[in-house]
């Protein structure tokens, strides 16, 4: 090497410096920057509240808005009801944003977006089950009813018959909703008497009970769809007192044991064959085999009329035909008017032996 | 001269006054032979079902005494109205201290008739009618053999050789048969008592005369031709049952299996053929069924 | 006058008393024959019975009348039999009572059907019904004892109609003489040994008639105090004691009415009167028995008709007809026996006639009570007017036939009465 070129040489060293020195101070740049930053977008992750997310999402915070979600707190039943119990901590978890349950402090009231989506900028997107069945548990066991309900219903996410935001059923009623999958019979059973009506599925299939927290019993959210399952009441509806054949079951199981055949409620029997409501002997016939056998024989019912129902005389929600008239006695003969037989005998042995005594015994002197 | 005069007038007086008398007392007696000659009326039964023994059972814990019976079997068989009251069914209303087995004589001692709200909460209703026993005490001693017991069970009355000695219903255990004691009214229409239409005779029935012998046949002109006696129609608790006891398949057979019987006053051997039984009361204070 | 004289008196000269007497009964009998029509016109309705009582006064006449005609071979058989010619008087007056009660008993059995028409069937089934019917069976018996004791009756008859015949004259002998047709002289002997064996033959028949008509009763097995094995001598011991107290007092009053003192002696009176007390005696102690048993452990139906008996519906009736009725003529009779060789004729005649009152009662407390056990008023049949003429009638009916045939046959043996 020689130091002849060294001017050359020089200014070759210079130009390598000016490289080094720019790209310490870049990387240097980049560095700062980049350790200044969080891996989600906002590095913020603190709750900041609903109207924080409508800022941008503001389409759905009025969808939220008319919610129950958003009423999860200040709604007026939920508060008599948690200060009737005395205000108990643990209905906080569900009913708040961000309970943190050692301190009591809750983030925000209702169920607001940082409920599901996460605190701030978090922005999680979780349409599991599970997410929705974290709150809805416990005393209000949608979730446990829904694992329960088998795997027809499991393969029926919350989402598919509730809008997340505005709660209600994606097809306003929920025979609609139902028949997102139950086409056909809903079909079916918008031509019977009770979908003409307007019954509607959820009245008999998700029946709601009510949670009793001092028994300590938990609600029935209807989640469990089958109908065994449900505390079905028809007399909610129908005024039909029943007398004796009330023994047939409980509640809505009386209704059952006749009117069985599902949805329009004709008449069925065990052994699953239906009849209509006009046809009554083959039903009552199960059971009341005597009668039935006399029906037959036309020595019971009507006797002007020896084939009519049995629902021609009998009420069937009522069928004791009680308080059958007493007749009128078949008046007895009347006794014999009293003769005084002894008087009159003893008259007669009297005048009978005076006579043979003043006549004969007294001795005549000629006969 | 005078006396001669005298007893010959009185001689022609008295047999004056003999004509008279037999007179009198003749055309009393034509009057009333005819009628009794001309109600000659040929009592025909049905043939007799062969090889079958009819009998009843009646459930005393189901009758409520309501008398549907009494007026049906009335309306059915002819029996006439006043001043006869014929009737071939009595409901006794009995207290509920009696057990049924003390029954002993018919009428019961104690019992009542003529009860007017049945069923009364301490009573029960006890109801009979003639038992067709199989072995009757009553045909034995017809000094004419009016009353006989037939092949398929019934003891029943032949109304033309009956004479009226009323010894049938001297040995009759049960009191269960009536006499003509009148002359039978039988208007040309009678009342239904529960409804108040007319019920014309029966034709399938035979009008009996006065003076004789009458009582439950088992309807004998319906039950020999396949159907029930009226009073297993109308009850309307389905107190009574009706049928062949020789038929295993028959309601009565069938019942003498599952329910436990008994028969009044069976110490005299007249084996009767109308079982008593109960499945309990079946009918509660207000007059509701079980 | 000779004892013949004195016996055919009657029949050759009839007193003043004697028609309106007749003619009273006549118009008793007329009375109830017309009561009867009214039974046939109506039916039997009209009178109290119905149909738990069924059975009624005309029964009880019934009874009655057989006991009563058990009095005449009673007394022919003792005559004839037993060779007690004391009685013999009697004898012939107590048979004509027995066929005059033996006719009234079959025609309270006819009053008392409700198809009198169809009687003639009791004759027609008769062959049929024989091996079953108690009714037939008595029926059998009646018309066998009535035909037998008529034979009886008539046969030794035939020679005091002859001697009647032979003492009267005009129509009265030509009638008498229509009697005895084919009359033979010595026909007597053989009527004796006849009426020997009739007498053997009658007794046995006599037996029967009163046990057939017990067992009416003591073959029902339902009836309280009817059905019992021992009724047949029961109602028999009952028949003789009426049947010969009936027997003294027809006697004492033809004793009197036609001076027959010396033919019928007072003590014919005493041995009757003794027999009759004897008879009573265990008749009481019979019905004591069946009291007691029926009182003591009888069956819900004896112990209810034996304590209506005494202390019921029926107790003054039982008590007054036991103790005025069959008590104290007993002991009346008793206290005569006792005393040696003493007979008051008018007095047992009293006490007889109360006898058969008595007994007529006991025969209706026979028949009623058992039949109306149970009724809400027990003793609701109570006779009408219509029974209680017939009644009235079936006294005086056989009594004015009675007092026909005084004046029509010889009432005493007079071969007898002759050759004592």
Redesign the interface.
């Known amino acids: 090497m020689s130091i002849s070129g060294d001017v050359n040489e020089a200014n070759h060293g210079k130009t390598h410096l000016k490289n080094v020195l720019m790209a310490l101070v870049i990387s240097t740049f980049i560095v700062i920057v980049l350790s200044n930053t969080d891996t989600s977008f906002a590095a913020d992750t603190e709750y900041e509240g609903a109207a924080y997310c409508a800022e941008c999402h503001e389409d759905e915070m009025k969808e939220w808005i008319g919610s129950s979600h958003a009423q999860a707190l200040t709604d007026p039943e939920f508060q008599e009801e948690w200060e009737s119990l005395g205000s108990p901590e643990s209905c906080l978890s569900c009913h708040t944003t961000g309970y943190d349950s050692e301190l009591n402090e809750y983030e925000a009231t209702e169920v607001s977006c940082e409920a599901c989506h996460g605190p701030g900028d978090t922005m999680q997107r979780d349409t599991s089950v599970e997410l929705c069945g974290g709150c809805h548990s416990g005393p209000y066991p949608t979730y446990e009813e829904w694992v329960d309900s088998g795997p027809a219903h499991g393969e029926a996410d919350c989402l598919m018959c509730h809008d997340e935001h505005t709660n209600e059923l994606t097809f306003e009623t929920s025979t609609g909703t139902c028949g997102q999958c139950h086409e056909s019979h809903v079909d079916e059973v918008l031509q019977t008497r009770h979908g003409e009506a307007g019954v509607e599925c959820a009245d008999c299939h998700m029946i709601e009970v009510p949670v009793d927290f001092i028994k300590g019993t938990p609600a029935k959210t209807g989640h469990s769809f089958s109908l065994s399952e449900q505390e079905l009441d028809c007399s909610s509806c129908h005024e039909r007192p029943l007398s ?1 054949h009330d023994v047939l079951g409980e509640q809505a199981y009386s209704c059952l044991s006749c009117h069985g055949a599902i949805h329009e409620l004709e008449l069925q029997l065990v052994n699953k064959s239906v009849y209509p409501l006009d046809d009554s002997v083959p039903l009552c016939a199960q059971c009341h085999n ?2 039935y ?2 029906w037959e ?4 019912g009507d ?1 002007d009329d020896p084939k009519a129902q049995c629902t021609s005389c009998h009420d069937p929600h009522d069928p ?14 009347e ?5 005084p ?2 008087p ?2 003893a008259a ?2 009297v005048v ?2 005076l006579l ?2 003043a ?3 007294r ?2 002197p ?2 | 001269m005078s006396k001669m005069s005298r007893r010959e007038f009185l001689k022609k007086i008295g047999v004056i006054g003999v004509f008279v008398a037999f007179n009198n007392v003749a055309s009393n007696m034509r009057r009333v032979a005819t009628p009794l000659i001309k109600k000659g009326i040929g009592t025909v039964y049905p043939r007799a079902v062969k090889g079958a023994s009819f009998g009843m059972m009646i459930d005393v814990g189901a009758c409520i005494g309501c008398r549907r019976c009494q007026h049906a079997c009335n309306l059915e068989n002819n029996t006439p109205d006043e001043p006869s009251n014929m009737h071939w069914i009595d409901v006794f209303e009995m207290e509920s201290r009696r057990p049924v087995s003390e029954v002993e004589n018919i009428p019961p001692v104690g019992a009542s008739l003529d009860y007017t709200d049945a069923p009364s909460p301490d009573h029960w209703y006890m109801s009979f009618n003639c038992f067709h026993c199989d072995n009757p005490p009553c045909t034995k001693v017809c000094p004419t053999g009016a009353t006989y017991k037939d092949e398929d069970g019934l003891v029943l009355v032949n109304y033309d050789i009956c004479i009226g000695c009323r010894y049938c219903m001297a040995a009759c255990p049960y009191n269960a048969r009536r006499f003509n004691w009148w002359e039978p009214q039988h208007p040309s229409s009678r009342t239904n008592p529960i409804d108040g239409s007319a019920v014309a005779l029966n034709e399938d029935v035979p009008l009996r005369p006065r003076g004789v012998t009458e009582k439950c046949t088992f309807c004998v002109h319906r039950v020999r031709n396949g159907g029930v006696p009226k009073c297993v129609e109308v009850c309307p608790v389905r107190a009574r049952h009706f049928g062949d006891f020789n038929d295993p398949d028959s309601e009565v057979s069938k019942l003498l299996k599952t329910v436990r019987t008994m028969r009044i006053r069976e110490n005299l051997g007249t084996y009767p053929k109308l079982y008593y039984f109960t499945r309990g009361v079946k009918w509660t204070e207000d007059g509701e069924k079980h | 006058m000779s004892d013949t004289e004195k016996i055919l008196r009657p029949i050759k000269h009839t007193s003043k008393e004697f028609y309106p007497f007749v003619a009273s009964l006549a118009f008793i009998s007329l009375i109830a024959v017309y009561a009867y029509s009214r039974q046939l016109s109506l039916g039997l309705g009209v009178t109290g019975l119905n149909d738990v009582t069924i059975w009624g006064i005309y029964i009880a006449n019934f009874i009655f009348f057989i006991g009563i005609s058990h009095a005449g071979i009673a007394i022919s058989a003792a005559v004839r039999i037993l060779k007690a010619h004391r009685y013999q008087p009697i004898a012939r007056i107590a048979e004509l009572l027995t066929i005059v009660s033996l006719v009234m008993a079959g025609l309270s059995i006819v009053i008392d059907l409700g198809r009198p028409d169809r009687a003639f069937l009791l004759i027609v089934k008769f062959v049929e019904r024989f091996r079953y019917s108690p009714l037939i069976w008595d029926i059998t018996a009646v018309a066998t004892y009535l035909i037998l004791s008529s034979t009886y009756l008539y046969l030794p008859m035939r020679r005091d109609i002859k001697l009647a015949m032979e003492h009267t004259s005009g129509w009265r002998s030509q009638m008498l003489g229509y009697l005895i047709p084919f009359y033979e002289e010595g026909e007597e002997a053989t009527i004796d040994r006849l009426s020997f064996w009739l007498a053997v033959t009658i007794l046995p028949v006599m037996v029967m008639v009163h046990t057939t008509v017990a067992w009416i009763f003591s073959l029902l097995s339902s009836r309280p105090l009817w059905f019992n094995a021992f009724a047949g001598p029961y109602y028999i011991v009952a028949a003789v004691a009426s049947g010969i107290a009936s027997v003294m007092v027809l006697a004492a009053v033809m004793r009197k009415l036609y001076h027959w003192e010396d033919i019928i002696r007072p003590d014919l009176f005493r041995g009757l009167s003794n027999f009759t007390a004897v008879t009573v005696l265990v008749y009481l102690y019979m019905m004591m028995a069946e009291q007691l048993a029926a009182l003591f452990a009888g069956p819900a139906g004896e112990m209810f008709v034996s304590e209506e008996w005494l202390f019921g519906s029926f107790a003054a009736l039982f008590w007054l007809m036991t103790t005025l009725g069959l008590v104290i003529p007993f002991l009346y009779m008793l206290i005569q026996a006792f005393k040696k060789d003493y007979v008051n004729i008018t007095w047992t005649a009293v006490m007889s006639l109360i006898l058969v009152v008595a007994f007529w009662f006991k025969r209706y407390m026979i028949i009623v009570p058992t039949l109306s056990i149970g009724v809400q008023e027990v003793g609701i049949y109570s006779p009408t007017w219509v029974e209680i003429v017939i009644l009235l009638g079936s006294f005086a009916l056989p009594l004015l036939l009675y007092s026909v045939l005084t004046k029509v046959v010889p009432l005493i043996e007079m071969e007898e009465a002759h050759h004592e």
């Open positions: 004796k005597e009668r056998t006399a024989q036309g020595t019971h006797y004791i035909i009680s308080n059958i008239s007493t007749l009128e006695p078949i008046p007895q003969r006794p014999a008017k009293q003769t037989v002894l009159i005998t007669a042995v009978e032996i043979i005594w006549y004969v015994l001795g005549r000629n006969v």
